[in-house]
Every structure is written in C-alpha cells, then in structure tokens.
C-alpha cells in the first residue's frame, strides 16, 4: 500500500513541473487533498506552514510540491531520491 500524506489544511497548493516556483503551475490541489510521494528532490527553498524547505515530492510524472505544504511528520526526505 502506498503511504499518503495530508496537504496543508486551508491551502490551495500550486503543483510545479519541478522542484522550483520557477517552474510552471500544471495544476492546483484541493484545500484537504492527500498525496503520494513517488520521490524526493532538492530544489529551491520554501517557507510554508510546515517550515522551511528545500525537499519537493515528486506526486506523479513531471508534477512536483514543495514538502514544506506536505505534513509527513519528518524534517527529512521519507521517500527515494529521485533519479
């Protein structure tokens, strides 16, 4: 079974094409939406309700959130690195 995590309550999160706000928005996330994390990357650092920063989760091909929107409950990366 794959493990979900919550997205920050009250927060509509911007889904990126990579690990960066540099990146285009491909689509947004329900306030209460839950996520997959398939991999993990380091890319550009952000501050959100759950610190800050620089871990993105990859939640499907090409599509990347910044892990400070994610509560996986570590301050760490919880899945692989992506290649």
């Known amino acids: 079974m794959t493990t979900r ?9 911007n889904v990126r094409s ?3 706000t540099k990146y285009p928005i491909v689509r947004s996330l329900a306030p209460g939406a839950t996520v997959a994390i398939k ?16 871990i993105w989760d ?12 994610v509560h996986t409950g570590s301050d760490g990366m919880v899945a692989p690195r992506c290649a």
Request: negative net charge; proline residues 8%; charged residues 20%.
């Open 18 to 20: 990579g690990p960066s």
């Open 58 to 69: 990859n939640i499907a091909a090409g599509e990347y959130i910044s892990d400070a929107y």
């Open 39 to 54: 991999c993990q990357k380091y890319g550009e650092w952000v501050d959100g309700p759950y610190g800050t920063t620089n």
């Open 5 to 13: 995590y919550e997205v920050a309550p009250g927060y509509r999160v």
